[in-house]
T-cell receptor
Framework: DTEVTQTPKHLVMGMTNKKSLKCEQH?????MYWYKQKAKKPPELMFV???????INESVPSRFSPECPNSSLLNLHLHALQPEDSALYLC?????????????FGQGTRLTVV | AQSVSQHNHHVILSEAASLELGCNYS??????LFWYVQYPGQHLQLLLK??????LVKGIKGFEAEFIKSKFSFNLRKPSVQWSDTAEYFC????????????FGGGTRVLVKP
């Protein structure tokens, strides 16, 4: 199994809503990531979890709150988002956080904030 | 901080033509280099990677890339493209200094005409 599964595939939410994005992998990877990809732009790193602990936060606004309940799951809790937060949110995982490992990406959740 | 530059934003070519996409990065230390492809509506897929060793790397679907350390380059090539190679191609670098943190180039949209 070399898949990273993200749910939902599409999400439309209002600016006052609270929602969560979910990511799951069963490859035994100990590092998981959230990336944000705006239209016609490259993915940009948001968060890195290593061994279920947050190791990198790329100065992401607090309206995005990541959570890693266990080594297979990664959530991104969303609250009071803005329309400019509309984007494709990609989850990825890798064996570790050192060099010489590759990241596997999920299909993403396409988020629209209205 | 490291940066990644992709020379072409858009490339249009006919089937059976040869493809070369340029990628340059700015970082003087040890790097991992990747090319990812994103087909329309699909997730990022790894085409090939360079960690160490032979600088000529072969990937999936007939793609190859050459790491030229002196030029800080990692150009992607395919001798004969097919219509199904229509996609967006991203070069990415991991310097490992702060976790497995991929920095992506701006992407190149490739359109192969049948």
């Amino acid at each position: 199994d070399t898949e990273v599964t993200q749910t939902p595939k599409h999400l439309v939410m209002g600016m006052t809503n609270k929602k969560s994005l979910k990511c799951e992998q069963h490859m035994g990877h100990r590092a998981m990531y959230w990336y944000k990809q705006k239209a016609k732009k490259p993915p940009e790193l948001m968060f890195v979890y290593s061994y279920e602990k947050l190791s990198i936060n790329e100065s992401v606004p607090s309206r995005f709150s990541p959570e890693c309940p266990n080594s297979s799951l990664l959530n991104l809790h969303l609250h009071a988002l803005q329309p400019e937060d509309s984007a494709l949110y990609l989850c990825a995982s890798s064996q570790g956080v050192s060099l010489n490992t590759e990241a596997f990406f999920g299909q993403g959740t396409r988020l629209t904030v209205v | 901080a490291q940066s990644v530059s992709q020379h072409n934003h858009h490339v249009i070519l006919s089937e059976a033509a040869s493809l070369e996409l340029g990628c340059n990065y700015s970082y003087g230390g040890t790097v991992n280099l990747f090319w990812y492809v994103q087909y329309p509506g699909q997730h990022l897929q790894l085409l090939l990677k360079y960690f160490s060793g032979d600088p000529l790397v072969k990937g999936i679907k007939g793609f190859e890339a050459e790491f030229i350390k002196s030029k800080f380059s990692f150009n992607l090539r395919k001798p004969s493209v097919q219509w199904s190679d229509t996609a967006e191609y991203f070069c990415a670098v991991n310097v490992g200094a702060a976790g497995n943190k991929l920095t992506f180039g701006g992407g190149t949209r490739v359109l192969v005409k049948p």
